[in-house]
């Protein structure tokens, strides 16, 4: 695999999450609730018992950059929550615990929306009918060409919750 460095490829991700993000709003979300009316706004991003998103290295990458261009205040905030929510679920790469997301910003919403948000958060929505959500394959081939961008920069591909995968970068980038 040709290798590729990390700036590049962090170019090549913001393009393939640019692109999907396009395929789900032109061809499914229509037929999704639309998030402006939910009631209950953020429910999933913060139930501990439904959010299980694993990211490779490279995607931590691009939410840890997020982060760090974020007022002082609410970064401290945030990397808080990343702490808490590892310790809290007894999160650690190996188990599959569920946990709430530690990016979601009350009143602002996920914080990283419109610059790292991940695959699986980008293809979720509120659908009523089965048949109306976008095809798993949609997602997997996606998630695929990011898995082979990973592995052409680190060497390896490891996919890790979101929380352990962020705090490993903010760790080695602080
Ligand atoms: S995905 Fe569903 S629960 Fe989450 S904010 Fe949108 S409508 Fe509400
Ligand atoms: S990354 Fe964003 S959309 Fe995904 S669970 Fe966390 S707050 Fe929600």
Redesign the pocket.
């Known amino acids: 695999m040709k290798p590729l460095s990390e700036s590049k490829a962090l170019i090549k991700l913001d393009a393939i999450r640019t692109e999907f993000a396009g395929d789900i709003r032109r061809s499914y979300e229509n037929k999704a609730?639309?998030?402006a009316?939910?009631e209950?706004?953020?429910?999933?991003?913060l139930d501990e018992h439904f959010v299980n998103v694993r990211i490779t290295r490279l995607e931590a990458k691009a939410i840890g950059n997020a982060l760090k261009s974020m007022p002082s205040k609410l970064k401290e905030k945030v990397y808080l929550r990343i702490e808490n929510a590892v310790e809290k679920y007894g999160l650690d790469g190996r188990s599959f615990e569920n946990y709430a997301c530690p990016l979601f910003e009350k009143g602002i919403g996920c914080l990283v929306h419109e610059i790292a948000k991940p695959l699986p958060c980008i293809a979720?929505?509120?659908y009523e009918r089965k048949e109306d959500l976008p095809p798993d394959q949609l997602l997997t081939e996606k998630e695929t060409e990011i898995a082979n961008l990973n592995e052409r920069v680190y060497g390896e591909l490891t996919l890790l919750p979101l929380p352990v995968a962020v705090k490993q970068i903010l760790r080695t980038s602080l």
Do not use: D
């Open positions: 609730k639309p998030c009316t939910c209950t706004p953020g429910a999933c991003c979720h929505a509120c």
